[in-house]
């Protein structure tokens, strides 16, 4: 009995010992869902996968659209349809400006009209984790796309040829993100690369001098590597992209403390314009559902009202600016958000707002006061149904709540503007400036009744043309800050600065501050002067 | 391993079929000849003892002792007298056709030789070390209860249940002792028959308690104390709740229980609107022209429209006893519940089938639990109570055409819905068909076999498993207003869920001496889940995919642990435990937490000076320590550098291919295990001639490494916010219990019971550097302006504490719209003005209950109450504005009436206005029951019962109900009142 209960035991004892240590080996679960970062790039088809996540990371929110839940939206601790780069970027371009106000009241949404932010702001915040977001995502693509891991992946052929162009784009997709840094946070921001591996000690700030160079070196060293203009596919940068925002950088040097670079602004517009695009025949058809097919876009974000929803993005610029008693079936959508109008100031931009003789001024003005009494009150202000879900052709978009009309980042009316007011400024060809100024003007008029003599072209009139022809694109904001009318007194529009005919502001207020929760989680960060 | 063990419960499984089949045979014993038993009963001492009860077991039929402890008794001879006293032992004499007994009851250790079930195994209550209370069936709530949780609410100190609402099956938010943790999960652990459940949500059920049928419920003996819990290890620092299902007694006859009731929920107020004619002369008073054209003709009150009367019924019928060495309980049941917001319905079918077979001389002990359940739910649209709440109440209800379901809706110029207006309410809740079927079974095969040669060892092993499959189909047709843009709405989706146990231990328990005990034990755990989804939502006509996104998980624990119990003289009782656990969740090098405990009760009452005391009956005090860990972080591989697959909705273009895209997913390599260590200092005591019993406990429970989603510095993770061990959290209070046996009389008792809890929750550190500047992580969002937030989590405060702008008011005391006091004096206000405003979270919360019997009768109620736990109203402050009567896009929407008060234009969601001090008292449950003793012929008994439910709240608070765990009260399913008459019938 003894021999036998012992033999047992032992039996026993084996068996829960080998049953043990294999429960143990049950501890190294792997995820079904996701694919880990050591077996991804196993299947080449994965580099393209990741890189189109970079382009998504622009507009789109999360992994699934148009919302899902924390575990797949992009931005944490923020409402999913608030947190998408383009839409944050608009906020932070647009409001502030006489461009727009909007309704809502969201918290922080109108300090943001007001010119009254702090660095508790949740769409500066927002705007500045999409920043980082989309670098950090740039970092890991490049550095899992180094020459080194390629080789050792044994990736060749079209593969290793397109992966490597990938690479060059996913570096002006960092250029870029690191641009906006520098315009909006005065370059005053963390600092990483590649070089720093996820989960790093937290970086070190640069300084608007440092960010500045490395996007100008980053760019030019691109310049080799990217495909030709007008020759990659669709939605993808090519080397006029990064021509243009090398004609951006040196067109804001000098605004950004980085010295007279309006020349070099020149050099850079040329190129994009003589590579070849030509303007949209019709101005109203580079903002419809079929603005994928415009000669005119140099790189556009991509959307599309059923395999690419955000409720941030083009679903925000199509909806936001629709209310009162404005047709939303008209526009190709379910129905208007009633937010977004422009200021009386703006209004004043257009010599004729009924949009009959410059037809780029497309206000809707039925029901719509021209004053601005009340910001949350749509009907306070003219509308601006300048973007929609409705083709050239005057066909409704796929979706009625997500539009298939794509957010032009860059088109050859602002080359040919930069290039203007370069000349404007004394660094370029006048005549050409003239001419570049007068076909966009006779595009807008429809015949030469707009066109200006060279005398007229002066760096101001550059300003109110840059605000008439790119009105809502995202740049107003950054244009009156070269021209000295963004914080100060000497230009007023309605609600800056808290009051309803516009006040004064300081001059601190021309660069956001950092966000606080970043002072927090990085002590190396020193907070932006007079926040 | 596993499949091994599943041989074993198949094998056994066979032969109790062939058992359940014998059963039947089984048949009703007969009464004998009633003889007249008298007597006298004493106590050890010597001394008489009156009023002490006397009943003929299984009846009803008894008496009482007289003042000198005489009694007389008629009775069958072969009956057994049941005698009882408060403070003493109850005591069961057969007759065997004596006519005169003496009988002597022992002092009470009655209750201290009950057996209380602990992790991994029993122990005498009176040799407990740690803070556990036990609730039984005679103490549970009664009335229409669904789910489990609501069997317990307001009976235990330190335990706070609060109902989320009153949709059918709708669970509870269960807080023992505050929250520990932030992030991660605050609920309790959940043991039921041995079985471990986890937390995670069970898709198409409204809680995954409601799968478990309450009327099969034992016992619920809560652990709340580290020393207590820490056998748990991992799982353990919200405390644990062990839950015991009924079961078959050795030698029992068989019997068979029928319970039925049937109840009608009514709901008790409604959320104060204006009522059309009201809100036509608001408009006409301050709207623009536009809006006063838009006003319509009607006096709709949509909340009226909306809920009904909702009529229950619950039926459950059991069988228990014991075949041979087998004792059972079978018992089906069948639940159907609707709601009060229309359409809401749940119905549940339920069968349990419990074994615990006698083997091996009595060595083996086998006990086998299973049990399945059926739900079928309908979900109401939820939305229409917010819809309800604020829709134009001078629109009728329906159109009178034939577009949108005939459901009355806000239109744009063209025709189309208005997609930014409010939807009629019916409409909603009509057009909506929201149904899930949720099979769920949970089960174990526990052996305990009692070594035959050292009897000393028991080795017990434990197999479990708890599966549920769902099938959720939603279907709003195209023609419905809330999807129109879309052509409607089909969603089917399925759950499948597998957790898997296995559970091993020996334990030894020896007199090692006359006075020294000790009883050790050290086991293995292993525990699997295992969770599956897929979601398809397509258009009504499934032209489109709107989403598919399939997602499958999983996690693994496994534990070894062990225990140490050392009883000296019964006076000194000292308790050691050592878990160690595993999680699939950390990476290798943090993988392995260690959590022991230490715990000391010395039996005052049983020291020589105590012991013939004729005041004190009982006194322990207990002391205990303990370290409990947390893993349940919500996400399985947050430390695993992954990339994630986007859903066919979130695609890229590039050149002409839309590219399903793949993210590099931020990871947090270096997370780990949570700690919460808790002190414990508790004193039992019972009084005798004061009939007075109860304990009193104060407890210190202070978590580190708090798993905190925090933000990242930026650029240097793939996320802007990462879980991270960073921050601690503090919960300090003081638990006191009161049982009083007031009356103890032949035909009339009275028994009051009170508890009370004393709980401060404070948030010690945030994040890893521990910044002065930091204002802390806002939480909480509510209603009205995207994104917004009306709490945060700072150090030094409670966690989730209110965070807002202070309000500036007028001579007349009215709120000045957009004025707050400059709390930081920099001339302008920002969030930096905002202050913490006390928080949701009372600072004491109370229970007391009475219940008493006369004769056949009896009756009983149950309040409960908190205080000091506030409320933020968020339907004042998103309704209660001159603003939102202009609702989006030519459409009007109505207000309460708050706005008269205030004018405010704008909303002023942030302004402290809105806060309000949501203590209240409420009588949850009164009941009444009447015996009717016995019928058909006396082979039967039956007894009637009575129950209200929420029956009434005192309360400052203006909305409809100040019990809101999140402390936001914002269009929350009302929780009904309900009436309940029940029949119970046993034979």
């Known amino acids: 009995m003894k021999h036998f209960i012992s033999k047992n035991t032992v039996l026993g004892g084996l068996v829960l010992t080998l049953s043990m240590s294999s429960c143990i080996k049950d501890l190294d679960r792997q995820p079904f869902n996701e694919v880990t970062s050591a077996t991804v790039y196993n299947d080449p088809a994965a580099y393209k996968q990741v890189a189109a996540k970079l382009y998504a990371g622009m507009m789109l929110t999360g992994q699934q659209g148009p919302a899902g839940d924390d575990r797949t939206k992009d931005i944490k601790g923020m409402d999913e349809g608030f947190s998408s780069y383009l839409r944050n970027y608009w906020y932070l371009q ?43 995502s740039c970092n890991e693509f490049i550095r899992e796309t180094s020459d080194a891991k390629l080789n050792e992946r044994g990736v060749s052929g079209t593969i290793l040829t397109e992966t490597k162009a990938l690479r060059a784009e996913a570096r002006f997709l960092r250029a870029l993100s690191y641009w906006h840094a520098l315009d909006l946070f005065g370059g005053n921001v963390p600092f990483v690369t590649e070089n720093d591996a996820v989960g790093s000690a937290p970086p070190k700030q640069t300084n608007a001098k440092s960010l500045f160079e490395y996007i100008e070196s980053e760019l030019k060293a691109i310049d080799g590597e990217l495909v030709e203009a007008r020759k990659n596919e669709y939605a993808r940068a090519d080397k006029a992209a990064a021509w243009m925002l090398l004609a951006k950088l040196y067109l804001n040097a000098e605004a950004q403390g980085q010295g007279n670079r309006y020349a070099d602004a020149a050099t850079y517009a040329k190129k994009v314009i003589d590579a070849g695009y030509s303007l949209q025949t019709k101005y109203e058809d580079l903002f419809k559902a079929d603005n994928n097919t415009s000669t005119e876009v140099i790189w556009a974000l991509a959307a599309d009202g059923t395999r690419s929803q955000t409720w941030g993005g083009m679903t925000f610029l199509c909806h936001a600016p629709v209310g009162g008693s404005m047709p939303a079936s008209a526009y190709g959508i379910d129905g208007g958000w009633g937010g977004v109008r422009v200021t009386p100031s703006f209004v004043k931009l257009f010599a004729d ?163 606080s929760t970043d002072l927090t989680a990085n002590p190396n960060l020193v907070q932006n002067t007079g926040y | 391993m596993m499949i091994s063990m599943y041989k074993v419960f198949g094998r056994t499984n066979v032969r109790l079929n062939l058992m359940m089949l014998l059963w039947a045979c089984v048949s009703i014993t007969t009464m004998a000849q009633d003889i007249t038993v008298s007597g006298k009963v004493q106590e050890s001492n010597g001394s008489v003892l009156p009023g002490v009860s006397v009943l003929v077991k299984g009846t009803t039929r008894g008496t009482q002792t007289d003042a000198d402890g005489n009694f007389k008794i008629a009775a069958p001879s072969s009956a057994t007298l049941v005698f009882s006293f408060v403070g003493m032992t109850s005591q069961e004499v057969a007759i065997n056709n004596r006519t005169q007994l003496s009988v002597t009851l022992q002092n009470d250790n009655k209750q201290l030789a009950e057996v209380v079930v602990i992790g991994y195994g029993t122990q005498r209550k009176k040799d407990l070390t740690g803070s556990i209370a036990s609730i039984t069936t005679a103490d549970f709530n009664k009335g229409n209860i669904a789910t489990p949780d609501q069997l317990v609410a307001g009976k235990v100190a330190g335990v706070q249940i609060t109902p989320n609402g009153g949709a059918p099956g709708a669970g509870s938010t269960i807080r023992i002792r505050g929250g520990a943790s932030l992030n991660a999960s605050n609920d309790p652990l959940i043991v039921i028959d041995g079985v471990p459940l986890d937390n995670t949500i069970i898709n198409g059920a409204a809680n995954p308690l409601s799968l478990i049928n309450p009327n099969d419920i034992e016992s619920f003996n809560i652990l709340k104390d580290a020393s207590a819990t820490a056998i748990y290890g991992s799982r353990a620092s919200n405390g644990v ?225 708890d599966v549920s499959r769902s099938d959720g189909k939603k279907v709003i047709p195209a023609l419905a207003a809330s999807n129109f843009s879309n052509g409607g709405e089909k969603t089917v989706y399925t759950q499948d869920r597998t957790n898997k146990l296995l559970d091993f231990y020996l334990n030894y328990v020896k007199d090692l001496t006359k006075d020294t005990r000790i009883d050790l034990m050290a086991g293995y755990s292993y525990q699997d889940f295992m969770n599956s989804t897929t979601t398809i939502t397509k258009d009504e006509a499934e032209t489109k995919t709107l989403n598919d996104s399939p997602y499958k998980t999983q996690n693994t624990l496994v534990s070894f642990f062990g225990r140490a119990n050392l009883n000296v003289q019964d006076r000194y009782l000292l308790t050691f435990t050592l878990r160690r656990d595993g999680s699939s969740r950390f990476a290798k090098e943090n993988r392995w937490g260690t959590f022991p405990s230490a715990a000391f009760a010395w039996k005052i009452s049983e020291m020589d ?87 009193i406990d104060y407890y210190m429970k202070n978590t580190s490494d708090l798993l905190n989603v925090v933000p990242v510095a930026a650029g240097t993770n793939l996320t802007n916010e990462i879980l991270s061990n960073v921050g601690s959290i503090e919960n300090k209070g003081l638990e006191l219990l009161l049982n009083h046996n007031t009356i103890s009389r032949e035909d009339f008792t009275l028994d009051l019971g009170f508890n009370a809890t004393y709980n401060e929750n404070k948030i010690t550190k945030l994040t890893s550097a521990n910044d002065p500047n930091y204002k802390g992580v806002l939480v909480g969002g509510i209603s009205g302006g995207v994104g917004s937030t009306i709490q945060i989590h700072s150090v030094g405060y409670p966690a989730s504490s209110f965070f807002v702008a202070q309000q500036v008011y007028d001579a ?100 402290d206005y809105y806060m309000q001090n949501g203590s209240f008292v409420r009588m949850d449950n009164a009941f009444a029951g009447y015996d009717l003793g016995k019928i058909f012929g006396g082979k039967s008994t039956a007894r009637l019962s009575a129950t209200v439910q929420n029956v009434f709240v005192i309360t400052k608070y203006t909305g409809l109900n100040p019990e809101v765990s999140g402390g936001i009260d914002n269009n929350i399913y009302p929780i009904p009142r309900t009436f309940t008459l029940g029949l119970n019938i046993g034979f």
Do not use: C
């Open chain 2, 609 to 695: 000076f105590l012991k013939s005391s004729s005041v004190i009956s009982d006194l322990k005090l207990r002391v205990g320590y303990g370290v409990t860990g947390q893993q349940d972080v919500g996400q399985n591989f947050a430390y695993l550098a992954r990339y994630t697959p986007s859903t066919a909705t979130a695609q890229q273009l590039l050149g002409t291919t839309y590219y399903n895209t793949l993210r590099a997913e931020g990871y947090n390599a270096n997370i780990k295990w949570e700690q919460t260590v808790t002190q414990n200092v508790g004193l039992d005591f019972a009084f005798k001639k004061a009939r007075l019993s109860g304990s």
């Open chain 2, 241 to 465: 709740i062990m839950i015991t299902t009924k079961k078959g007694k050795k030698g029992d006859v068989m019997r068979v229980n029928l319970s039925t009731q049937a109840s009608v929920g009514l709901k008790t107020g409604l959320v104060d609107v204006l009522s059309g004619d009201d809100f036509r002369a608001l408009v006409n008073q301050y709207g623009t022209a536009t809006q006063k054209s838009l006003l319509g003709t009607a006096n709709t009150d949509w909340q009226n429209e909306i809920y009904r009367a909702a009529v229950s019924t619950d039926n459950n019928l059991s069988i228990t006893g014991a075949f041979k060495n087998t004792p059972y309980r079978v018992s089906v049941g069948y639940t159907n519940q609707n709601g009060i917001l229309k359409t809401s319905n749940m119905g549940r079918t339920s069968a349990s089938v419990g074994l615990t077979p006698m083997l091996l001389d009595n060595h083996l002990k086998i006990d086998i639990n299973v049990k399945a359940s059926s739900i079928k739910n309908k979900f109401a649209n939820q939305g229409a109570i917010g819809a309800a709440a604020s829709f134009d109440p001078t629109q009728p209800v329906y159109s009178g055409t034939e577009a949108y379901g005939g459901y009355y809706e806000w239109v744009n110029a063209d025709g189309k819905p208005n997609t930014i207006a409010t939807r009629n309410p019916l409409g909603l809740l009509n057009l909506t068909d929201d149904r899930a079927t949720v099979n769920r079974s949970i089960g174990n095969a526990q052996f305990d076999y009692k070594f035959h040669f050292l009897p000393e060892l028991r080795a017990n092993l434990n197999v479990g498993y």
């Open chain 1, 94 to 136: 647009v409001l502030p400006t006489d461009e727009a106000v909007i309704a809502w009241s969201d918290a922080g949404l109108p300090e943001i009209n007001y010119m009254k932010w702090s660095s508790n702001n949740a769409f500066i915040r927002g705007f500045y984790n999409r920043v980082f977001y989309q670098i950090a």
């Open chain 1, 353 to 515: 707002p009924t949009g009959k003789t410059d037809k780029r001024a497309m206000f809707y003005t039925d029901g719509q006061k021209l004053e601005i009494n009340e910001l949350s009150t749509f009907t306070d202000g003219y509308a601006m149904p300048k973007f929609k879900n409705v083709t050239s052709a005057g066909k409704v978009g796929s979706n009625l709540s997500h539009p298939d009309t794509d957010f032009p980042m860059f088109r050859l009316a602002d080359a040919y503007l930069i290039y203007a007011e370069a000349a404007a400024r004394g660094a370029g060809d006048k005549a050409l400036a003239l001419d570049y100024v007068n076909k966009i003007r006779a595009r807008a008029y429809g015949s030469a009744a707009g066109n200006i003599t060279s005398s007229e072209l002066t760096p101001d009139f550059v300003l109110a043309e840059r605000a008439r022809e790119l009105s809502w694109e995202g740049s107003r904001r950054t244009d009156l800050i070269r021209y000295g009318k963004f914080t100060g007194a000497s230009y007023l529009w309605a609600w800056k600065g808290g009051v309803k005919d516009g006040a004064g502001v300081q001059d601190y207020l021309k660069i956001f501050p950092l966000p």
């Open chain 2, 812 to 911: 007349s005391g009215k709120p000045v719209e957009g004025v707050y006091v400059d709390r930081n004096g920099d001339g302008k206000i920002t969030v930096d003005d905002y202050y913490h405003y006390k928080s949701p979270a009372p600072r004491v919360f109370i229970g007391f209950n009475a219940q008493a019997t006369y004769k056949k009768l009896s009756a009983g109620f149950v309040l409960r109450g908190n205080f000091g736990n506030y409320v933020y109203n968020n339907i004042l402050s998103t309704n209660g504005v001159l603003q939102a009567f202009q609702g989006a896009n030519n459409s009007l929407g109505n207000v309460v009436p708050n706005v008269l008060t205030t004018l405010f234009a704008t909303p002023q969601y942030f302004s």
